[in-house]
């Protein structure tokens, strides 16, 4: 494995040349393993709070660029770091890729793939994570606020008030933000995704395992529930992954692939640190959709 300084001086060795160092790595990876790989990485760590690092309809674009011409029946690894995002697009990029590989697909997660992100890999076939990888809760989010927070609100107030009604007064100003129709589009969120992840888990990882719906349901307890995982932002450990009942294995198991692996993940880095790309969706033929400020890059 190159590590993060050797390979910060070959790209500086190269000029500067962040996409042949990139995809040097990216194809001794195919080269190891003989299946398609794609990359995911979003650059929302290295440029926070810029709009389009989060996982939205627009990748479809970058997706469809990195699949077309690929042998299908070698099957994918998909690198995913993402901080997550829309759910519809979620659920349409899943969709996506399933009709394109079926169940042949293993999520690869070198550093973070939260929210959306950890949804992705729960639709794939097995996910493969380092000793410093971490996965995240599922539970949906309305303008950055957890749904589930928004019910438990509301329940609490409505049970705090029928218990005494001189709570109203305390709560009257707090359920007064609630916009209507708030508190159900909240419970329809929170159905959508967990229904969603667990036809996934059950049509993918979990399919002929026994106890599999029993094993989904886990799962899905310990991924969306708010009052189990306290925080949105919380980080799931391998450990933590293969305990709840997801087939995940440790990269540290295989070394040869674990340095092919954080090799790209080093070279993505590097470039979302040192060029103004946000996010990059690339093949191991070099074929690339990588999104600029103001601008998108398609490399064939």
Known sequence: MANWNEILNEIQASGSTHDIVRRKYLAKLHELTGRNIIIYYSGWLQKPGLPGTELNDADKNGFMNAIHGLDKSKGLDLLLHTPGGETAATESLVDYLRSMFGSNIRAIVPQLALSAGTMIACACNQVIMGKH????????????????????????????????????????????????????????????????????????????????????????????????????????????????????????????????????????????????????????????????????????
């Open 133 to 300: 990888s971490s996965l995240g809760p599922i539970d949906p989010q309305f303008h950055g606020v957890p749904a589930h927070g928004v019910v438990e609100e509301f329940l609490r107030a409505h049970k705090e008030i029928r218990a005494d009604q001189s709570k109203a007064a305390v709560w009257q100003p707090i359920i007064a933000k609630y916009q209507p129709t708030l508190v159900g589009e909240c419970e329809k969120a929170i159905a959508w995704s967990n229904e969603m992840v667990r036809e996934w888990l059950l049509s993918g990882m979990l399919n002929g395992e026994e106890n599999a719906e029993q094993v989904a349901d886990n799962i899905i307890a310990e991924l969306a529930d708010h009052a189990l995982t306290k925080s949105h932002a919380r980080h799931i450990s391998y450990s933590k992954a293969k305990e709840i009942g997801l087939k995940v294995s440790l990269l540290e198991d295989e070394p040869n692939l674990q340095e092919a692996v954080l090799s790209v993940h080093h070279s993505c880095i590097h470039t979302l640190s040192g060029t103004g790309a946000y996010k990059i969706i690339e093949n191991h033929l070099g074929v690339a959709y990588i999104q600029i400020a103001r601008q998108v890059v398609v490399q064939q």
